[in-house]
């Protein structure tokens, strides 16, 4: 939800943003800007659109600069909406949203004042400016005593033009140092590889970035010491190493991630208190959105199968306003890749509030998820950039299924699992013959039963939100309960078979849909109906454990709703109004 940059040393500051930027692109493509000081003044040059669009800004002179790419909350993508805002000597970017915009806003026009967007974080300008002193960081913090929501915040001053002052709540933010200057960021990937050393700012920490160095400071502007954080340069960098698009990286890389799971990376001391809680909880419930709701569905198999534990999964966004009844001895896992997912955080919060222990499934060990968890298990899966979560949903798997093993004393051999995902890699290049198929349906269907269910509910949401083609994802025995009514010529319907013991009953919902003109494209482990014939086409991946099918089955799914999206003429990797970490409610 949009990504925020900053640097100020010796180098011009423009061709710095600009970069960093690009690799936060992720986080928002709608707009995009950037304000350099020069010669005591801020110039702006932002539009509409990816970063790309502001190559120009690239000659701007200066070499204290702030860069914004946005995902529109407040007001539509466009130039006029699009970051840095400005108010009197100040200028800045945001990442968040200012929940009291609109009554803060009156209080700047009874002022006299007046807004050129529309959007939320305009205000934060009018506020410093007037708190505004002299003191640049006292009126930064004045100003955001008065914000209600989150936000991080990076600041210029026409006064002082070679600072940056930073802030945080509950939006993440980090910062940096080379030889060359200092520099900020929404997330470690934009600048792990351009610092020596990066720090994390906590919420209501303050920072002033300095050509020669970085001051951190409490809520109460006390200066503090920060240690620097420890990262894996490899696993934080961000590359697409020659691919065309990160999405494909991303999937090609989901073996080398199952070859390294394991629990080992859990956080020491707290990891064996953790082991004793999940071996003696009663219930555990899951939260998470998206892409790790569903493994998290499909985890719920697992435990429930392999532990006869009962699990509930819920959409963090729900949970929270569900009154969830947590018992003593309750274990919540949230599962989210980016560990930011505002929603999946206030639910992990109420979670842990009601007394639960908390467990925290995450890719990106920094991350504010992490720091409300009582046990940490990373997936390791590297930093994953492509908004479709590919590789990250393999490796939430692979963690979840460890768990489950655990606690019913079993084992898996996951460079198996690995070797087999490679082969599946391969078979799934066959799905790219099917996409003209799909290029101007209706809509889409994906059905199956038990964890091919689950399997069916992340094919569906991969294809509709990079293809933006309407699917479904449904339990294929309820389709003749209504649903079998809009199934057509004009509807492909995607099945996954992978359990011997419904599949007859998965055929028949392929009968039913064939009959009524559907053209069925399978997806299966059984040799048997593979080779049947009774499907349009179908597509043979390699067998795992049933009970663990979907961390394979995922792999053609991903890869047909990544190749429909490239014949739809789509950018895979940025798909419309989305952006990868959502940090809003
Ligand atoms: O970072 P998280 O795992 O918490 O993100 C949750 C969802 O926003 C995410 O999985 C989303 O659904 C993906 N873009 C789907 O591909």
């Known amino acids: 939800m949009c990504g925020i940059v900053g640097y100020t040393g010796s180098r011009r500051a423009a061709p710095v943003l600009l970069e960093l930027l690009k690799k936060l692109e992720y986080r928002g493509y709608d707009s995009a800007g950037i304000a350099v000081c020069y010669k005591e003044q801020i110039e702006i040059f932002k539009r509409k659109g990816k970063v790309e669009n502001i190559a120009l800004a690239e000659k701007m002179q200066g070499s204290t600069g702030i860069g914004h790419t946005r995902w529109a909350t407040h007001g539509a993508p466009s130039e006029k909406n699009a970051h840095p805002h400005s108010f009197g000597k100040f200028t800045i970017v945001h990442n968040g949203i200012i929940e009291n915009n609109k009554v803060l806003k009156e209080e700047c026009l009874l002022r006299g004042e007046t807004f050129l967007s529309e959007t939320d974080s305009e205000v934060i300008a009018h506020m410093i400016a007037f708190y505004d002193e002299g003191d640049f960081l ?99 960098n961000a590359d697409k190493k020659g691919y065309m698009y990160f999405m494909k990286k991303e999937m090609e890389e989901i073996p080398s991630v199952l070859s390294n799971a394991n629990l080992e990376c859990a956080n020491g001391l707290s990891y064996k208190q953790f082991c004793k809680v999940l071996c003696q909880a009663e219930y555990i419930h899951i939260v998470a959105c998206g892409t790790a709701y569903h493994s998290g569905l499909c985890a719920k198999y697992a435990f429930e199968s392999l532990c006869r534990v009962p699990v509930e999964v819920c959409i963090a966004s729900e949970y929270r306003y569900n009154n969830p009844i947590i018992r003593p001895n309750t274990l919540v896992i949230a599962i989210s890749q980016s560990g930011e997912t505002a929603d999946t955080l206030a639910a992990s919060k109420l979670a842990k509030d009601r007394g639960a222990y908390l467990a925290a499934v995450t890719n990106v060990p920094y991350s504010s998820l992490t720091r409300i968890a009582d046990c940490v298990l990373e997936t390791k899966a590297g930093a994953e950039v492509a908004v479709a979560a590919t590789k990250s949903f ?31 890699l391969k078979v799934s290049e066959e799905v790219r013959g099917w996409t003209h198929y799909f290029l101007n349906a209706k809509s889409v269907y994906f059905i199956g039963r038990g964890v091919d269910y689950c399997a069916a509910l992340e094919g569906s949401l991969k294809l509709k939100e990079i293809s933006y083609l309407p699917s479904e994802g449904y339990a294929a025995g309820e389709l003749k309960h209504g649903t079998l009514a809009l199934v057509d010529e004009k509807t492909p319907v995607v099945a996954i078979l992978t359990q011997h013991e419904l599949a007859e009953k998965t055929m028949n919902a392929v009968h039913e849909t064939r009959s009524r003109g559907a053209r069925v494209f399978l997806i299966t482990s059984l040799p048997e109906a593979a080779k049947s014939g009774e499907a349009t086409a179908s597509i043979l991946i390699p067998a795992c454990r049933e009970i663990f099918s979907p961390i394979l089955s995922v792999i053609p799914l991903q890869a047909l709703a990544f190749y429909t999206s490239l014949a739809r003429g789509n950018d895979p990797d940025k798909p419309r109004h989305l952006a990868k970490s959502v940090t809003v409610e």
């Not at 503090?224 to 696993?235: C, G």
């Open 138 to 236: 006292l009126a930064v913090q004045k100003a955001v005593s008065r914000l209600e929501g989150s936000y991080a915040i990076a600041v210029l001053s026409s006064e002082y033009p070679d600072q940056i002052v930073c802030a945080r709540i509950g939006s993440p933010l980090v910062v940096g140092r080379n030889e060359n200057g200092s520099l900020l960021a929404s997330d470690l990937v934009a600048i792990s590889s351009e610092v020596d050393k990066a720090y994390l700012l906590k919420d209501g920490d303050f920072a002033v970035l300095g050509k020669n160095g970085i001051a951190f400071y409490d809520e109460k502007l006390k200066s503090i010491e920060k240690s620097p954080m420890q990262y894996d340069t490899v696993l934080s």
């Open 394 to 424: 393999n490796a939430q798997l692979a963690v979840l299924y460890l768990l489950a093993l655990f606690r019913a004393k079993g084992e898996a051999d996951f460079s198996e699992i690995a070797r087999l995902a490679k082969e599946t």
